[in-house]
């Protein structure tokens, strides 16, 4: 098991490598860079441009060096946990950041337990009434929450709930909380506001998990051994939940790896629609301001948090099924 | 004692059928499994494909939306760009039959408009008397077809100095039905020339990938792994923050659609590789080696075709995802920009709360869009399972 667990880390460095030289490309590929744009900005306010400070924070961030190494730098820095310097909010990246993505992880994570709840009952309910009404009432609802786009159902939702609740329900807090440091009071404002960002989120991701689980235990129940514990004179729930389930759990845990970056995704549009305070905003704020190294770490540390989610569904896995252990990863 | 055979020539006791014996008489098939076992494999495809009443009827559906986009200049009542000054923010009008008992056919009423002064907002309403009847097959707005030639003919069209607005007007006066009707043909074009960049690197990468396997295999699969644990919608929008505002409308429409397929291939690729790395070892591959094919002829000629409709039946699921991803990336004014109309552009109308709440019917264009990726889904179920026939 140990083994398993450092080979699965191990592999997580060139993944890791190749996503940062992706990040690193993409941010770079515009033409032009941060300080291009903001000196066309102080010049269409009218004010003086002071190029000898411009040229030396130039210097100071290498932008005089070829690329290949200002990527080294970039991904050298990131080790010693310095995520380089936001021009736009002249602070390091990391203070930027700090706040917003830890309220990413909190949507992401309840996003998930929510879509879990909902989508494990309704999907064995559609696997064992295959074909019924309930079974294609079910069906079509999940399929309509993948169809509608996701910030229509914010707007709509922001709308509805305005009305019915006469609350605002955009950000992610009363703003009141949001310089100030953690209390009860906050997370109690969180708890509040929280709950339409996770539904919204979760709608796409709920019928796409219904589907697949629909689909996996209806594979697992057309076995011979369901029918051979059946004859047996094992009564139906005690048959489904005893081994089709625990097989079609397996898929469960291994589908976070999915689910995650749609998840991620989903939560920054619906983001920007409802103005949390997580990354979204301020990403799409960075890239068109060419404030590159917010929006590089930011990627980067997107990307992390998916590598991070895969790995533990795949621990859990190994944990779960020892044939995953003892052959690498799970087929699906 | 009576002998048990009969004398020559006497008949014999019991009955004999006259009848040639044919001894496959068992084996003799009906009509209908001739019928069957006759038929080609995609008409065995199209016989299970149309089993499936509800992808059947989205395959039709979706067949005549393809068909619209090809005439929307014809059947939008407006054009996309026309501009009613009078008619700002008007909701949609009511089509009547019945004028005071009786029958004129299909009309609008006409309408007037105030401005309430302390709101600023505008109210239309109905003016009882003056009836415009809808023409049809008619003359109003003149267009250049495709941007070939001229022409002003209409499906159909307001009354002579009246107007129609069947699902409103936006902020400029511009009839919302005709813009949904002409941004159908970029939103849904957008989809197919994004599977189309999806489905050919899907099927070159994915099939050498398979077939050569070793260290480019290895780093495809890396590769695969990598673009699918990236969360998408970030990277769509760092990747449409690229294109220059210097490009013209059309070039960003291309570019959006290659970045659309350029992050989509994976799952395909992955399908083709899965797929290719058990079909490499069959005997009619080493046929195809022996005789000096090139591998990319055997991929193309012999092992692909094998599985290309299990391939298009998921192409065809993910189009929605394209559409949809479209719509996103335009919403947030990272993608299509007008003077190009889309879906996407339509919504982005309908930004803001307010905007549900006084003018509801900037909404309408959720309404294809929805019944598209409804349509697409169900036929790409539909494809899924008519894709193996003999299973």
Known sequence: MLRYILWRIAVMVPTLLIISALVFTIIELPPGDYFESYIAELRAQGEGVDMEQIESLRQQYGFDQPPLLRYVYWVGGMLQGDFGYSFEYELPVSEVVGDRLWLTILVSFFTIIFTWIIAFPIGIYAATNQYSWGDYGLSLVGLIGIAIPNFMLALILMYFANIWFGTSIGHLMDQKYLSEPMSWEKAKSILEHIWIPVIIVGAAGTAGMIRRLRANLLDELQKQYVVTARAKGLSRTRTLVKYPLRMALNFFISDIGSILPAIISGAEITAIVLSLETTGPMLIKALQSQDMYLAGSFLMFLAFLTVIGVLISDLALAVLDPRIRLQGRSTK | ?391
């Open chain 2, 1 to 391: 004692m009576t002998s048990p055979i009969p004398a020559p020539g006497e008949p014999l006791p019991h009955y004999v059928s006259t009848a040639p014996f044919d001894p496959y008489s068992v084996e003799v098939m009906t009509e209908e499994q001739v019928r069957v076992n006759q038929a080609s494999q995609l008409r065995l495809m199209w016989w299970k494909f149309k089993r499936h009443k509800v992808a059947l009827v989205s395959g039709i559906f979706l067949a005549v939306l393809y068909g619209m986009i090809l005439i929307c200049e014809f059947l939008a009542p407006y054009n996309l760009h026309t501009r009613n000054m009078d008619f700002i923010y008007a909701p949609p009008q009511r089509v009547h039959f019945f004028h005071e008992g009786d029958f004129v056919g299909p009309f609008v009423y006409g309408r007037t408009m105030q401005l309430d002064m302390d709101t600023l907002k505008r109210n239309y309403t109905d003016n009882r008397a003056d009836v415009q009847p809808i023409r049809f097959f008619c003359r109003g707005d003149s267009y250049r077809f495709w941007g070939l030639f001229e022409s002003n003919l209409h499906l159909v069209c307001p009354a002579e100095n009246g107007q129609m607005f069947l699902l409103g007007s936006d902020r400029l006066g511009r009839d919302v039905l005709s813009r949904i009707i002409y941004g159908a043909r970029i939103s849904l074009t957008i989809g197919l020339l994004g599977i189309t960049v999806s489905f050919v690197l899907g099927i070159v990468i994915g099939g050498f990938a398979g077939y050569h396997g070793g260290v480019f295999d290895l780093v495809v699969q890396r590769l695969i792994e990598v673009l699918q644990s990236i969360p998408s919608i970030p990277l769509w929008l760092s990747l449409a923050a690229i294109m220059p505002a210097t490009w013209s409308p059309i070039f960003i429409y291309l570019g959006i659609t290659v970045i659309l397929g350029l992050l989509d291939w994976t799952g395909l690729a992955r399908a083709v590789r899965s797929k290719l790395l058990a079909l490499r070892e069959e005997d009619y591959v080493l046929a195809a080696q022996l005789m000096g094919a090139k591998s990319s002829r055997i991929i193309g000629r012999h092992l692909v075709p094998g599985f290309m409709s299990h391939l298009i039946a998921t192409a065809t699921i993910s189009i929605p995802g394209m559409i949809l991803g479209e719509t996103a990336l335009s919403f947030l004014g990272l993608g299509l920009r007008p003077p190009i109309t889309s879906w996407g552009i339509l919504l982005t109308e309908a930004k803001s709360v307010s905007v549900i709440a006084f003018y509801p019917w900037l909404l309408f264009p959720t309404i294809p869009v929805i019944l598209v990726i409804l349509a697409f889904n169900f036929l790409g179920d539909g494809l899924r399972d008519a894709a193996d026939p003999y299973k």
